[in-house]
């Protein structure tokens, strides 16, 4: 009949319906809702993959996934390298994830953790002690240290162009200390949005985004209370959103003091680089 006959078209000619599911879970004692998107599915060979989320572009949001969403923030894929890749090139975050974001939920509406100004408009930082035992992932070069410089190409993603970075390796500086706070970044939602755009447009696929308004993109662990300098190299990536930036323009008085620290200054890397 027609209703088998449906059922029985090759795998690759079967497209899933639009889906929504309102997923609710509960931060601080209040209701919060985050949305799986529709989707349409489609055969491919292997499934795309999103700049930020490395997500299947027919993947639907899962009860696990709405756990890293709150009413204000939520657990960016991008960040999410910090907690998967053992051999990410900053700090490693080895706190449950969704713990983790509710931590940061609990931070910011204490009073005493306003979100700070970035680089951008749409940039903020939120910086917290470190409660999740992160290690500190820089070093200071000196003339005892610096034989140990290394240096190599290396790109945070395979859609993104490999940059010129140099590292100390972890194993002849040894394991850092832990670090007094962390500097939580954050992008906005549409800015998020308008990156994954620009980076999708090489592999179709559609970024899948909670409804938040703050994207938690990136976690640096430090002592200072404040921003400490992106590298330069950061800096001219960001000025072309199409291989993996912000789209913002070079500030010169903000790449000189990126400079004059970075100078000085250099990332502990367990293993090897990954472009940050």
Known sequence: DEQYAAHSQPFHRVHM?????????????????CSALSVKRTHTPFPAFSRRHRTPSFAVMSAADASLCGEVFFLDGFAQRQWDNPDYSGAII????????KKIHEFHASGDYPLVDGYAPFC???????????KTSTLKITEENKKNLCSGYSARIPAELPVLTRWFPMEAVGEPPESKMLDIILYSREQLIKENQ?????????????DAPWGIISIK?????????????TMMRNSMIEEGGSGVRVDRAQYDASVAYWQDHAPIIKGQPNGD
């Open 94 to 101: 080895s706190f449950d994830k969704a713990e983790f974001t």
């Open 198 to 210: 620009a980076m999708d447009a090489k592999h179709a696929a559609e970024p899948i985004l909670p």
């Open 124 to 134: 903020k930082h939120l910086f917290v002690p470190n409660f999740a035992g992160a």
């Open 17 to 33: 319906q639009a889906i929504a599911a309102r997923v609710q879970t509960s931060f601080l004692g209040r209701s919060v809702f």
């Open 221 to 233: 662990a430090q002592d200072a209370a404040y921003e400490l300098p992106m590298q330069p190299i």
